[in-house]
C-alpha cells in the first residue's frame, strides 16, 4: 500500500477523478491499481478565487516497491497502517475505578474493559438519554439541576459541543479513539477529514454504544454516584467513598483510581485539596461567546464558493498577540471551540451562575455561527495564591453575568459595534440570539473586568483583518464563557500518578492534561495503559 499526499483536487471530484489523479503520481495505468482510498482531506481556501480539496489516498499497486524505487517524490510513501495493541495484564487484584465518564474516563474504562479488567465507573450525572432530556428542560424553563447538565453526566461536556475530533495532539492512539467511535456508529467520514466532527446530535450514541460495550466485556456504570473521598495508606491509595443521589454512601476497595471528572467538579477539587493532594492554579480563558450570520463567515472563508454543496459551513480559527502597551497588554486573544451553523448554550453546573458554550449539529445546518473570544489568565490574574483561586475568579465573572442577565439564567448579550464603543447595547440588530433560556440587552463590562474587555476589543478589531466581517456591527457577544479549560492542575509524574498519592491517577481536562475531546480520550487511554504497567512493578 502506497500514500500519496498533497493531491489537489476540485470541489465536486469524484472517486474516478481520485483514481485517475493517483495513478498520475504513481506514473502507471489505472489498470495497475486495485484499489484507491482517500485518507484524507481537508480544504484550501487561501486563493478565494480557486478554492479546492487536498487529498491525501492510498493505493494498492502492482510491483509496488518497484514502483516506490523509480519514483522520487517525498510525498509518496509506504503506507503504515495503524493498528492499536492492548497492554498484556493479568487482572488486576483490585478492580479499577474510574471517577467521570466523559471522553478520558469513557476511553480509559474501553481500554481496561477490552484489557480484562473490569473497571467500576462513578459518574455523578445520567446516562445520556437522561442528560439530554435534562439538559433540554433546563434550556426551555430555566431550571438548572446541579448534578445533570451540560457539564456533568455521560459523555461528559463535550456531548452537548461541536463534538470537534480534531487535536494538535500528534499521539497515534488518536487514530484509535477515531476508529472505536466509528465502530460506535459514528460517520466513516471522520477518519479522513482533516478536521473531523460528529456533532451534538450524533455523538450521544456513539457514547451510549461504548458505554454498553465496557458492560459487555464485564465493566460496571454506575450512574448519580459522586465520589466524595479517598481512603489512603502509607501515601497509596486503598479505597473510594462515593454517594448515591439517594443519600446512601459506599466504600470500594481499589488500588487504582483515574480522576476524569471534567474542569467543572469543583467540590471534588476541594476534597483533593482538604485530602492533602497537591494541586496549583494554572492559567486558562475567559471571555464570551461571539455569534454571526453563518453566511458571512462562508463569504469570507471561500469568497465565489461560498455554498457549494461539497464545502458546508465555514469555520475559522483565529488568535493574536496584543502590542506591549496600555491595559491589555501582551494579553493573548483568540477563538476557541468555534461552531459552524451552531447554537450557543447555556452550560451552568452551579445556582445562579451563567455560563455560555457552543454547540452545533453534524449537518451544521443552523443560521449562525459562533465560537469563544477568550483572554488568557494566569494565576497572577486570580487574586491569591490559593491552589483553587481560579475557580473563585470563574464564580465571580458567572455570578455577575447571572445578575446583568436578570435572573432566570439568562445571558447578557452586547451588539459587537455597541461593545466597541464601550456602551450598552438597548436592542438588537439582524443577528438573532440562539442561546435559550433567553437574553438580556447589557453592557458586558458589568460582568467581565475591564482588563479583559478591553482585550477583546482590541483583538476583535485586529481580527476582522484576518477575517473580513469579525468585526460585523449587528454580531452578537454572549457572555460569560468561562470554562475553556481546567483552573486547576493536579500534580503527576511520569507515570501517570499523583505526586502527592499512588494508584491515584490525575487525568484529562480536569486534571490539567487535555483540551478537548480528542487529547482527553488519549489521556484516558495512556492513564489506563499505566493503571496495568505500574501493577507489574
Given at each position: 500500500m502506497l500514500r500519496i499526499a498533497e493531491i489537489p483536487m476540485p470541489l465536486g471530484f469524484t472517486q474516478d477523478d481520485l483514481r485517475r489523479q493517483a495513478a498520475r503520481r504513481l506514473k502507471v495505468p489505472e489498470s495497475a491499481l486495485s484499489r484507491v482510498s482517500l485518507y484524507r482531506k481537508s480544504v484550501d481556501a487561501r486563493k478565494k478565487n480557486d478554492v479546492h480539496f487536498i487529498c491525501t489516498v492510498e493505493a494498492e499497486v502492482e510491483g509496488e516497491k518497484r514502483v516506490l524505487s523509480r519514483l522520487r517524490d517525498s510525498k509518496i510513501q509506504q503506507a503504515k497502517p495503524y493498528e492499536y495493541h492492548?497492554?498484556?495484564?493479568?487482572?488486576?487484584?483490585?478492580?479499577?475505578?474510574?471517577?467521570?465518564?466523559?471522553?478520558?474516563?469513557?476511553?480509559?474504562?474501553?481500554?481496561?474493559?477490552?484489557?480484562g479488567q473490569k473497571p467500576i465507573v462513578l459518574e455523578r450525572g445520567a446516562p445520556v438519554e437522561e442528560r439530554s432530556r435534562a439538559v433540554e428542560h433546563f434550556w426551555s424553563t430555566g431550571e438548572l439541576n446541579p448534578e445533570n447538565?451540560?457539564?456533568?453526566?455521560?459523555?461528559?461536556?463535550?456531548?452537548?459541543?461541536?463534538?470537534?475530533?480534531?487535536?494538535?495532539?500528534?499521539?497515534?492512539?488518536?487514530?484509535k479513539v477515531l476508529e472505536e467511535f466509528v465502530k460506535a456508529?459514528?460517520?466513516e467520514q471522520i477518519l479522513t477529514d482533516a478536521k473531523p466532527h460528529i456533532g451534538t446530535d450524533r455523538l450521544p450514541g456513539a457514547v451510549k454504544a461504548i458505554r454498553e460495550t465496557i458492560i459487555r466485556l464485564g465493566g460496571e456504570v454506575h450512574f448519580h454516584t459522586t465520589l466524595t473521598g479517598l481512603q489512603m495508606q502509607e501515601g497509596r491509595l486503598t479505597g473510594v467513598m462515593a454517594r448515591k443521589s439517594t443519600g446512601e454512601e459506599c466504600i470500594i476497595e481499589t488500588g487504582s483510581l483515574i480522576l476524569a471528572v471534567g474542569h467543572s467538579a469543583r467540590d471534588t477539587f476541594s476534597m483533593l485539596y482538604d485530602a492533602g493532594l497537591h494541586l496549583e492554579a494554572k492559567s486558562f480563558s475567559v471571555g464570551a461567546r461571539i455569534e454571526h450570520p453563518q453566511g458571512l463567515i462562508n463569504k469570507a472563508q471561500y469568497g465565489p464558493a461560498a455554498g457549494h454543496p461539497a464545502l458546508g459551513a465555514a469555520d475559522y480559527k483565529l488568535a493574536v498577540h496584543l502590542p506591549e502597551n496600555g491595559i491589555a497588554a501582551g494579553r493573548g486573544v483568540y477563538t476557541f471551540c468555534m461552531c459552524p451553523g451552531g447554537f450557543v448554550v447555556a452550560a451552568a453546573s452551579e445556582q445562579g451562575r451563567v455560563v455560555t458554550n457552543g454547540m452545533s449539529c453534524f449537518a451544521r445546518d443552523g443560521q449562525n455561527a459562533n465560537a469563544a473570544l477568550l483572554v488568557g489568565v494566569s494565576p497572577e490574574d486570580f487574586g491569591s495564591e490559593h491552589p483553587l483561586a481560579g475557580i473563585e475568579f470563574q464564580r465571580k465573572l458567572e455570578e455577575a453575568a447571572f445578575r446583568v442577565g436578570g435572573g432566570g439564567y439568562r445571558a447578557p448579550v452586547q451588539r459587537v459595534e455597541d461593545f466597541l464603543q464601550n456602551r450598552a447595547s438597548t436592542h438588537l440588530g439582524d443577528v438573532h440570539p440562539t442561546y435559550r433560556p433567553g437574553v438580556t440587552p447589557s453592557n458586558l463590562g458589568d460582568c467581565l473586568p475591564e482588563v479583559i474587555t478591553e482585550a477583546m476589543r482590541q483583538g476583535i478589531q485586529l481580527m476582522d483583518r484576518r477575517l473580513h466581517g469579525f468585526a460585523y456591527p449587528d454580531a452578537l457577544l454572549t457572555g460569560t464563557e468561562t470554562r475553556s479549560s481546567s483552573p486547576v492542575r493536579i500534580l503527576r509524574d511520569e507515570s501517570c500518578q499523583s505526586v502527592s498519592l499512588r494508584g491515584f491517577y490525575p487525568c484529562g481536562e480536569g486534571a490539567g492534561y487535555a483540551g478537548g475531546i480528542i487529547s482527553a480520550a488519549v489521556d484516558g487511554i495512556r492513564c489506563a495503559e499505566m493503571v496495568m504497567e505500574n501493577s507489574k512493578r
Amino acid at each position: 500500500m502506497l500514500r500519496i499526499a498533497e493531491i489537489p483536487m476540485p470541489l465536486g471530484f469524484t472517486q474516478d477523478d481520485l483514481r485517475r489523479q493517483a495513478a498520475r503520481r504513481l506514473k502507471v495505468p489505472e489498470s495497475a491499481l486495485s484499489r484507491v482510498s482517500l485518507y484524507r482531506k481537508s480544504v484550501d481556501a487561501r486563493k478565494k478565487n480557486d478554492v479546492h480539496f487536498i487529498c491525501t489516498v492510498e493505493a494498492e499497486v502492482e510491483g509496488e516497491k518497484r514502483v516506490l524505487s523509480r519514483l522520487r517524490d517525498s510525498k509518496i510513501q509506504q503506507a503504515k497502517p495503524y493498528e492499536y495493541h492492548l497492554p498484556h495484564c493479568e487482572p488486576l487484584a483490585q478492580r479499577p475505578v474510574i471517577a467521570g465518564f466523559g471522553p478520558a474516563g469513557l476511553f480509559a474504562a474501553l481500554v481496561l474493559a477490552q484489557a480484562g479488567q473490569k473497571p467500576i465507573v462513578l459518574e455523578r450525572g445520567a446516562p445520556v438519554e437522561e442528560r439530554s432530556r435534562a439538559v433540554e428542560h433546563f434550556w426551555s424553563t430555566g431550571e438548572l439541576n446541579p448534578e445533570n447538565n451540560v457539564q456533568f453526566g455521560e459523555g461528559g461536556a463535550g456531548t452537548f459541543s461541536d463534538g470537534k475530533l480534531n487535536t494538535g495532539t500528534k499521539d497515534p492512539r488518536a487514530r484509535k479513539v477515531l476508529e472505536e467511535f466509528v465502530k460506535a456508529g459514528a460517520p466513516e467520514q471522520i477518519l479522513t477529514d482533516a478536521k473531523p466532527h460528529i456533532g451534538t446530535d450524533r455523538l450521544p450514541g456513539a457514547v451510549k454504544a461504548i458505554r454498553e460495550t465496557i458492560i459487555r466485556l464485564g465493566g460496571e456504570v454506575h450512574f448519580h454516584t459522586t465520589l466524595t473521598g479517598l481512603q489512603m495508606q502509607e501515601g497509596r491509595l486503598t479505597g473510594v467513598m462515593a454517594r448515591k443521589s439517594t443519600g446512601e454512601e459506599c466504600i470500594i476497595e481499589t488500588g487504582s483510581l483515574i480522576l476524569a471528572v471534567g474542569h467543572s467538579a469543583r467540590d471534588t477539587f476541594s476534597m483533593l485539596y482538604d485530602a492533602g493532594l497537591h494541586l496549583e492554579a494554572k492559567s486558562f480563558s475567559v471571555g464570551a461567546r461571539i455569534e454571526h450570520p453563518q453566511g458571512l463567515i462562508n463569504k469570507a472563508q471561500y469568497g465565489p464558493a461560498a455554498g457549494h454543496p461539497a464545502l458546508g459551513a465555514a469555520d475559522y480559527k483565529l488568535a493574536v498577540h496584543l502590542p506591549e502597551n496600555g491595559i491589555a497588554a501582551g494579553r493573548g486573544v483568540y477563538t476557541f471551540c468555534m461552531c459552524p451553523g451552531g447554537f450557543v448554550v447555556a452550560a451552568a453546573s452551579e445556582q445562579g451562575r451563567v455560563v455560555t458554550n457552543g454547540m452545533s449539529c453534524f449537518a451544521r445546518d443552523g443560521q449562525n455561527a459562533n465560537a469563544a473570544l477568550l483572554v488568557g489568565v494566569s494565576p497572577e490574574d486570580f487574586g491569591s495564591e490559593h491552589p483553587l483561586a481560579g475557580i473563585e475568579f470563574q464564580r465571580k465573572l458567572e455570578e455577575a453575568a447571572f445578575r446583568v442577565g436578570g435572573g432566570g439564567y439568562r445571558a447578557p448579550v452586547q451588539r459587537v459595534e455597541d461593545f466597541l464603543q464601550n456602551r450598552a447595547s438597548t436592542h438588537l440588530g439582524d443577528v438573532h440570539p440562539t442561546y435559550r433560556p433567553g437574553v438580556t440587552p447589557s453592557n458586558l463590562g458589568d460582568c467581565l473586568p475591564e482588563v479583559i474587555t478591553e482585550a477583546m476589543r482590541q483583538g476583535i478589531q485586529l481580527m476582522d483583518r484576518r477575517l473580513h466581517g469579525f468585526a460585523y456591527p449587528d454580531a452578537l457577544l454572549t457572555g460569560t464563557e468561562t470554562r475553556s479549560s481546567s483552573p486547576v492542575r493536579i500534580l503527576r509524574d511520569e507515570s501517570c500518578q499523583s505526586v502527592s498519592l499512588r494508584g491515584f491517577y490525575p487525568c484529562g481536562e480536569g486534571a490539567g492534561y487535555a483540551g478537548g475531546i480528542i487529547s482527553a480520550a488519549v489521556d484516558g487511554i495512556r492513564c489506563a495503559e499505566m493503571v496495568m504497567e505500574n501493577s507489574k512493578r
